[in-house]
Structure formats: structure tokens, C-alpha cells
């Protein structure tokens, strides 16, 4: 019950900041100040897909698995970004929290094959 819910809650956080990269200025502002900005759709889609992953796994649970590595793959490049641009512990916390959380996400589904 616990894990579908952090499931959910990655999921749904995912679709957020998926719609939001690919969809609002401050994050086009943002991906410049990264220097990634052709990355950005690129990173935005793969964050919706991540989250359409997650969601479909709660019927194919190999799917979930992927998606929750894939987007702790994400998350760790865009935490290695945020300590190559310099950002604040609280700036970079974000990212750095979604990559264990899912990375959690992708050993407790694992031990349930």
C-alpha cells in the first residue's frame, strides 16, 4: 500500500514537471542557465514518459521497474547539473531526492518478482 503510493506520488510529480518543462517559460529561462537548453523537450518528454511508465506498471510491473530507474538516471544527471552550475544544497535538493526515491522505487519493485 505504502509503495503504490510513493508510486503515485513519483508518477503524478513526474507529469508535473514534465508538463512544466516542456510547457513553461521559467523552465525554458532555466534550461538556458544550464546550458541544456537543447535538452529541454528531450528531458520533458522523457519525464512524461517516466510517468506514464510508472503508472502503466501497477498492471505490468517490468515497465514500472524501467521507468522508476530511468527516472533516477534523470535525476542524477540533473543533480550532477545543478553541482556543475553551482546551485544551493536547497536548489539541488530536488532532484537529488527524486533520484532515490525512485531508485528505491526500482529495488522494492524489483524484490517483488
Do not use: H
Not at 529541454?40 to 519525464?47: A, C, I, K, P
Request: glycine share 6%; net charge positive.
Amino acid at each position: 500500500m505504502f509503495l503504490n503510493a510513493v508510486i503515485v506520488f513519483s508518477a503524478v510529480s513526474f507529469l508535473v514537471f514534465g508538463l512544466s518543462c516542456l510547457f513553461s517559460d521559467f523552465m525554458v529561462l532555466e534550461f538556458k542557465r544550464y546550458q541544456l537548453s537543447k535538452y529541454r523537450v528531450v528531458t520533458g518528454v522523457l519525464q512524461l514518459i517516466g510517468s506514464a511508465g510508472l503508472l502503466v506498471g501497477f498492471k505490468w510491473m517490468p515497465i514500472a521497474i524501467l521507468s522508476a530507474a530511468g527516472l533516477s538516471l534523470l535525476m542524477l544527471l540533473g543533480f550532477i547539473t545543478r553541482i556543475r552550475i553551482k546551485d544551493s544544497f536547497l536548489q539541488s535538493f530536488p532532484s537529488f531526492f527524486y533520484m532515490v526515491l525512485n531508485l528505491v522505487i526500482t529495488f522494492l519493485l524489483k524484490s517483488q518478482l
